[in-house]
């Protein structure tokens, strides 16, 4: 192992900055964070998954095979939204080949969370949410809107309410 130095975030920078990457799902505009390096070399990889795990992040781990070059590899991954954000977050100081891609990927979580508190506060059709107004399944804990349910039970289909 390389534990010559503790693991810090301006080493995790440099690390990233070179052999990381910020990889974007479109449909879903999920962001991940991911480092791989070859599998003999993967050893700074451990100390990086367990600086991340001390913290109370979910890092996944995995290996896979390069069939033109026949070289192992290990990746180490990060996907759960508010960890993505922190690690962004403590490493966007230190980024220089990366920092305007961590930047996007930050503006892209901050507008994920603003539709996320959205969703809690109107239903589809924007009907407000309250206690009052919202019924929740006591099987499956699903929300839904005391309004749609009420418009569809007399054979109606539900439409978002006019702009005042």
Request: glycine content about 4%; charged content about 30%; overall charge positive.
């Given at each position: 192992?390389?534990?010559?130095k503790?693991?810090?975030?301006?080493?995790?920078?440099?690390?990233?900055d070179?052999?990381?990457?910020?990889?974007?799902?479109s449909?879903s505009?999920?962001v991940?964070?991911?480092?791989?390096?070859?599998?003999?070399?993967?050893?700074?990889l451990?100390?990086i998954k367990?600086?991340?795990?001390?913290?109370?992040?979910?890092v996944?781990?995995?290996?896979?095979i390069?069939?033109?070059?026949?070289?192992?590899?290990t990746?180490?991954?990060?996907?759960?939204?508010?960890?993505?954000r922190?690690?962004?977050?403590?490493?966007?100081?230190y980024?220089r080949?990366?920092?305007?891609?961590?930047?996007k990927?930050?503006?892209?979580?901050?507008?994920?969370?603003?539709?996320?508190?959205?969703?809690?506060?109107?239903c589809?059709?924007?009907?407000?949410?309250?206690?009052?107004?919202?019924?929740?399944?006591?099987?499956?804990?699903?929300?839904?809107?005391?309004?749609?349910?009420?418009?569809?039970?007399?054979g109606?289909?539900?439409?978002?309410?006019?702009?005042q």
């Amino acid at each position: 192992m390389y534990q010559e130095k503790p693991m810090s975030w301006e080493y995790i920078a440099g690390f990233f900055d070179a052999d990381g990457s910020i990889q974007f799902h479109s449909k879903s505009s999920h962001v991940y964070i991911v480092i791989s390096q070859k599998e003999s070399e993967a050893a700074v990889l451990d100390e990086i998954k367990e600086f991340w795990q001390a913290q109370g992040m979910y890092v996944m781990e995995s290996n896979s095979i390069n069939k033109e070059t026949n070289c192992y590899w290990t990746r180490i991954s990060v996907g759960e939204r508010k960890h993505v954000r922190k690690i962004l977050n403590k490493l966007q100081p230190y980024l220089r080949n990366k920092a305007c891609t961590a930047k996007k990927a930050l503006k892209i979580l901050d507008e994920k969370d603003i539709k996320q508190k959205q969703r809690e506060m109107f239903c589809k059709y924007g009907h407000k949410r309250t206690p009052e107004t919202t019924y929740i399944n006591k099987k499956t804990g699903k929300k839904s809107c005391l309004t749609c349910r009420q418009i569809r039970g007399r054979g109606l289909q539900p439409v978002a309410p006019p702009i005042q």
